[in-house]
């Protein structure tokens, strides 16, 4: 029984530990959020925008502390970071990338995802794999389980038309209906994810241009979790 309680409180710490980071990640994201708003091209358009990103800043920094000292001393410098660019209104693309630099330290120093998509981890990847081009059971089907990856031939399938398969299901496949057995929401979060699979692979270095050119297009062009946040 001791070791069954101590084993008890080991889990509850990591996932309080876990709950922490993805709380201070989505304080820093919501704090360069409004300072979007209320900066452009370094100059303030909206005063009350800035001042809560300053806010926001401040309460994931109080935040930090509760990741314990290892995981607080890792992440301190790049808040440091981040709140010395809002003050000096720096570059909103150059803040992102810190805020990436950032849920990039917690997740590896802490050895999880911030972002989890529970849902087609658990019902897709075995047969669609991560990247949906084939999971470790799509070789026992026939036909095997659709390329999610497959560009051109889902360039012309929407979002709604991801839904209703997941709905109901492929017929004559080994592909079943998840409407009885998932909420609408995880549903539509499934087709949402699953339809971003086909998207190609960013051709170097356009990221950099595309901030340099338009900053606030990256939010449309950004990966599914930045996107989803937003």
């Known amino acids: 029984m001791p070791l069954l309680g101590c084993l008890q409180r080991l889990v509850?710490?990591?996932?309080?530990?876990?709950a922490a980071a993805g709380r201070l990640a989505d304080i820093a994201t919501i704090a360069i959020a409004e300072y979007a708003d209320g900066v452009e091209n370094r100059k303030v358009i909206r005063v009350e925008e800035l001042n809560e990103a300053r806010l926001f800043l401040e309460q994931a920094r109080r935040a930090a502390a509760q990741?314990?000292?290892e995981a607080g001393a890792l992440v301190a410098p790049i808040l440091a970071r981040l709140q010395k660019g809002v003050n000096d209104l720096g570059g909103e693309s150059e803040l992102r990338e810190q805020l990436m630099e950032l849920r990039a330290a917690l997740e590896v120093g802490l050895g999880v995802s911030l972002d989890l998509l529970p849902?087609?981890?658990d019902r897709c990847v075995r047969c669609h794999g991560e990247s949906g081009s084939g999971g470790p059971q799509a070789a026992a089907f026939d036909p095997p389980p659709a390329d999610l990856s497959d560009s051109d031939g889902l360039r012309r399938v929407s979002v709604l038309d991801f839904l209703r398969k997941v709905n109901v299901g492929v017929a004559?496949?080994?592909?079943?209906g998840f409407a009885e057995s998932l909420a609408a929401e995880d549903r539509w979060a499934v087709a949402l994810y699953a339809a971003?699979?086909?998207?190609?692979?960013p051709t170097p270095g356009a990221r950099d241009l595309l901030a340099a050119q338009c900053a606030r297009c990256l939010l449309v062009?950004?990966?599914f979790a930045s996107t989803a946040g937003a």
């Open 12 to 18: 509850r710490q990591e996932t309080d530990l876990v």
């Open 67 to 69: 990741l314990g000292p």
């Open 119 to 121: 849902v087609y981890s």
């Open 172 to 176: 004559g496949t080994a592909m079943p």
């Open 196 to 201: 971003t699979l086909r998207l190609p692979s």
């Open 221 to 223: 062009l950004s990966d």
